[in-house]
């Protein structure tokens, strides 16, 4: 990105001034130790499977430990206020009489909650323990505590090997982890046996280099225990938006990415919750990792795409070669005609696209044939041209200017319906196109109404794509702001398409004044003379990552310079329709 936007970033943290990253390194920067890590282990007994379908709380069990220490237990029986079936009764041991005397679920569950306040909750099989409580607490318009959730029966499938155990039971592992407690159906039994349970995952993971609780959470045994020796990678990398790069021993880029918080997002590349086995390849190769720091995550997500383009990442399969796309053109010269070409240039002609591979190019472009009459002889041809008629024209496909037949007038007024159905509204084509795939159903042919389908939808996707990036490219400048989650604003200069600048209004400053500077500061943006058309500044990846940004919940224009519209009548509308003739012919 240009040197004006990188100087334009640091406008947000003034000399001496503490940045709101600094603040919450604490245990984020290291993780959370799970030698200091406060688990509460619950289970609970049931009258069935489900509490939406009327299923009720019979016992609670919980057991909070710390380092190894048990803290404190945690155990009520709960009358459900309904018969406990009998099958429950001879599994569980509790039976009707047990739990006449015992608190409703309105008493036990605060008494719960008070308890487990403050821990990480741990079940085996959570979303059953869980789902119940959460359940109740809606029920009794309590708000749910925001719990971390660590689920034994899914930590066990990442660690335990069929030769340790059959199965991920909690019984089978209580005896593979001898556990000092048998699981039996009571709660508080089960949750002690979970306890061991959980302190024998850990031990095991503790061998692999797991040590702080966003590790033991995302754990895989996929990833291997030189992929985790390699977290050192990711000390020192900001908690902020920005772009990552990870790089070989010779300096070269194997993979870039974005994120929201880079040293969060690195890490998770060595602390298992990457298994894809190419960026595990990915990462054997790495020893350095180089970041960019951004003051929003849309800027990050520029530079991205912007850096992706440049070094052509081997790892990376998105967004490498965005010069390889290809346009319809709508040529400006004497008898106009479309073609298909590799860029757009400052020729005064009409440009559908981009589209992403040649052959959804010809899909279009054949729509388009299909329903006007234009030449599709190649070439440029004079407005007195005497030439022999081709076959699309004796067959009345073509208006044919090449034999001195077809009348200026005529031409033109084809010509500037085709470019109303580019630009602006797609209709013609859309009627002339469905014709033709109902007759053609209607004859029973299916694989040629597909094919109309196609190109139907080639077209549509291409004219809406169009029509939203000129929207923004059209405009020399839009100014927007979005208050983010965290309060504060952040601010972007986009400038026919392109992200000129990219900052976040510091606490207590001049919004006005710091919008001003930015812009003043923003990089500058030369377009050509003529129609800018769909891509003149920025990658068409890039114009519509800012759309997506600017059509967001919470945005606010501050200034527009020009005019950012789509048309009423546009190909937008048919899109839906397209997806669903695509949907009902995959079936």
């Given amino acids: 990105m240009s040197a004006a936007l990188t100087n334009v970033c640091g406008v947000a943290k003034n000399p001496g001034e503490t940045s709101r990253w600094e603040h919450q390194r604490s245990f984020d920067e290291i993780g959370r130790p799970l030698q200091g890590t406060t688990f509460c282990v619950v289970d609970l007994e049931t009258t069935g499977g489900s509490a939406k379908a009327g299923s009720m709380i019979t016992e609670i069990g919980a057991v909070k430990v710390r380092g190894g220490e048990v803290l404190g237990e945690f155990q009520t029986l709960v009358n459900p206020r309904t018969e406990i079936p009998a099958f429950i009764a001879v599994l569980t041991g509790i039976s009707n009489s047990m739990v006449v005397d015992a608190p409703p679920i309105e008493t036990a569950l605060p008494a719960f909650l008070d308890f487990a306040a403050g821990s990480v909750l741990v079940a085996h099989n959570a979303p059953f323990d869980v789902g119940f409580l959460q359940y109740f607490a809606e029920e009794q318009s309590r708000t749910w505590p925001a719990f971390e959730i660590l689920d034994t029966a899914v930590l066990a499938r990442r660690i335990v090997s069929r030769d340790d155990a059959p199965n991920c039971k909690l019984s089978s592992l209580a005896s593979l982890f001898r556990s000092t407690t048998a699981p039996n159906h009571r709660a508080l039994s089960d949750a002690r046996a979970t306890v061991d349970v959980l302190h024998g995952l850990i031990e095991r993971v503790g061998t692999q280099g797991v040590q702080t609780l966003e590790e033991l959470q995302t754990f895989s045994a996929r990833v291997t225990s030189s992929q985790r020796r390699k977290r050192h990678l990711a000390d020192g990398l ?267 209004i510091p606490a207590g400053a001049d919004a006005r004044l710091f919008v001003d500077q930015l812009t003043l500061g923003a990089e500058t943006v030369i377009t050509p003379a003529l129609t800018p058309g769909p891509t003149p500044a920025a990658s068409a990846a890039e114009t519509e990552r800012i759309l997506r940004w600017l059509e967001s919940p919470r945005v606010r224009l501050v200034d527009v310079d020009g005019e950012w519209s789509c048309p009423v009548d546009g190909a937008s509308r048919h899109m839906v329709q397209s997806a669903a003739s695509e949907f009902a012919g995959a079936r």
């Fill in 238 to 504: 900001p908690h902020s938006p920005g772009v990552y790069l990870f790089k070989d021993a010779g300096g070269r880029v194997l993979y870039i990415g974005t994120s929201k918080d880079v040293r969060r997002r690195v890490l998770s590349y060595f602390t298992a919750s990457e298994t894809r086995s190419r960026m595990g390849e990915m990462v054997r190769l790495a020893t350095e990792v180089a970041t960019v720091t951004c003051a929003t995550p849309l800027e990050a997500e520029v530079r991205e795409l912007r850096l992706i383009a440049e070094h052509k990442p081997p790892y990376n399969r998105r967004s490498r070669f965005p010069e390889k796309v290809t346009f319809i053109k709508l040529t400006n010269e004497p008898w106009p005609r479309l073609s298909l070409v590799k860029r757009v240039v400052d020729d005064g002609a009409d440009y559908l696209g981009p589209f992403s591979s040649r052959r959804l190019a010809e899909q279009a472009l054949t729509a388009l044939h299909e329903t006007f009459p234009v030449r599709q002889c190649t070439g440029t041809m004079s407005r007195s041209a005497r030439r022999t008629a081709c076959a699309l024209a004796e067959l009345g496909r073509c208006l044919s200017p090449c034999d001195g037949t077809a009348d200026p007038h005529s031409y033109a007024a084809v010509v500037r319906q085709l470019r109303e159905a580019v630009l602006r509204c797609p209709e013609d084509v859309v009627e002339v196109v469905n014709a033709r795939m109902t007759r053609l159903a209607d004859d029973e042919r299916f694989e040629d109404a597909i094919a109309h389908r196609d190109r139907l939808a080639a077209f549509v996707r291409a004219a809406s794509r169009t029509q939203r990036l000129t929207s923004l490219t059209e405009c020399r400048e839009v100014v927007a702001t979005r208050r983010e989650d965290d309060g504060r604003w952040s601010i972007h200069v986009v400038r026919f398409g392109r992200l000129a600048g990219a900052g976040v």
